[in-house]
């Protein structure tokens, strides 16, 4: 049974860091792409960055750059995503997603990803 399992959210002063791991079990990481997204109160799900098997990355969110930053430990079957300055407005439930095939390229938007974890949330307020 494939199971992708967040853990590592909380609340954080505005200027923190939160470091999220996904772990994976039921497939081989190794094959996959891995996505996070995040969604806030009210707003749509959105993506934040992917990597792929490369271990390279692609942000779907300008506003995260410079200040997030994702890594693999296929050994560990787990995807850890970095985030540092933390913002209130990065506050959201953040999730992580395989993509739906092995594949060499991060998908292109959401529909390409499949079996979503249930998430973590993460609270940025002073």
């Known amino acids: 049974q494939v199971q992708l399992v967040e853990s590592g959210g909380g609340l954080v002063q505005p200027g923190g860091s939160l470091r999220l791991s996904c772990t994976v079990s039921g497939f081989t990481l190794d094959y996959y792409a891995i996505g996070w997204f995040r969604q806030a109160p009210g707003k749509e799900r959105e993506g934040v960055l992917c990597i792929n098997i490369a271990s390279l990355s692609t942000y779907y969110l300008d506003s995260v750059k410079g200040r997030f930053t994702v890594s693999r430990d296929n050994a560990k079957n787990t995807v850890i995503l970095q985030m540092n300055s933390l913002k209130p407005e990065d506050t959201a439930v953040y999730s992580c997603?395989?993509?739906?095939?092995?594949?060499?390229?991060?998908?292109?938007?959401?529909?390409?990803?499949?079996?979503w974890g249930r998430g973590t949330q993460v609270t940025v307020s002073s």
């Open positions: 997603a395989k993509s739906l095939v092995p594949t060499t390229r991060c998908p292109s938007d959401q529909p390409g990803f499949g079996s």
